[in-house]
């Protein structure tokens, strides 16, 4: 019988308390702001970088369509 190290690093705790703040949902990450920045797409890059996922989205709640407010992002 093989037994698994689960324990998780203070580096990894650090990131993973601060991926809270974003939702997965079926394995995509989404980050909701108020206009999109090159900043969002950096961490939202960063983001899909650590956990190894291939799709983001930014979605911004603050247009008058929401088609305008979606930014889609592939790794």
Do not use: W, Y
Not at 24 to 29: F, H, K, V
Not at 50 to 60: E, F, K, M, Q, Y
């Amino acid at each position: 019988m093989e037994i698994l190290d689960h324990r998780v690093t203070e580096a990894q705790r650090n990131t993973m308390d601060k991926l809270e703040l974003e939702n997965r949902i079926s394995e995509r990450i989404i980050k909701c702001v108020e206009s999109i920045l090159p900043v969002h797409q950096a961490q939202l890059l960063t983001h899909l970088k650590l956990t190894g996922l291939s799709l983001g989205l930014i979605l911004n709640f603050n247009t008058d369509l929401m088609k305008k407010g979606i930014k889609r992002m592939v790794l």
